[in-house]
Structure formats: C-alpha cells, structure tokens
C-alpha cells in the first residue's frame, strides 16, 4: 500500500500563491506517476499535473504557465506551485500515484484549495 499526505491548502485571494506538498509514504518503490487532481463541487474529478519517474510533466491547459509540479526524490514527495491563482481554481486537491506494472492507482485524502473573489 502507499499513503499520501497531503497539505499546503487553505485560502487564498485572487492572484495570490499557494505550495501544495504530497508526502508517499509505505510501499514506495515503483512508483511510475504522481500527480494532482481537483475536483469542484458538482464538477467532474480533473488532471491538474502529472509528473513521471523520469521528470517528465505534464499540466491542464487552464493551468499552463501558472502551476509547477515537481518532485523531490529524496523525500518522496510531489509538489505543486500555484501562482496566479483565480476564483476558478477552487477546488478539492487530490495527491495520486501510480504504482507498479498495473499502475495502480493511490490517492490522497484531497486538501481544500478556495481562492476568494
């Protein structure tokens, strides 16, 4: 099993910045993916960003140029820096890997994102 923890949520105001901190913790090797994950209220479950174990990303066109996603190896865990954040990006953030040949997928207990209007 892999658990994931995450945090760096809370609120922020329009144009404003938030850090969002993933740490994998139990089974952790092979892992091929980890990424982020949002959904709003009455809105389907979307890809944000995904980072490889090779460090190749990958982001949501609504996000392009303002989140970064990165991953610190040494820590096992995946961040995601959103600058610029707009009332829009409101949402619950979900960390998720997958793992092993199967790429399993495991995920996050989510952390609340709200940017105020």
């Known amino acids: 099993q892999v658990q994931l923890v995450e945090s760096g949520g809370g609120l922020v105001q329009p144009g404003g910045s938030l850090r969002l901190s993933c740490a994998a913790s139990g089974s952790i090797f092979n892992i091929y993916t980890m990424g982020w994950y949002r959904q709003a209220p009455g809105k389907q479950r979307e890809l944000v960003a995904v980072i490889t174990r090779g460090g190749t990303t990958n982001y949501a066109d609504s996000v392009k140029d303002r989140f970064t996603i990165s991953r610190d190896g040494a820590k096992n865990t995946v961040y995601l820096q959103m600058n610029s954040l707009k009332p829009e990006d409101t949402a619950v953030y979900y960390c998720?890997?997958?793992?092993?040949?199967?790429?399993?997928?495991?995920w996050g207990q989510g952390t609340q994102v709200t940017v105020s209007s």
């Open positions: 998720n890997v997958q793992r092993g040949i199967s790429r399993y997928d495991y």
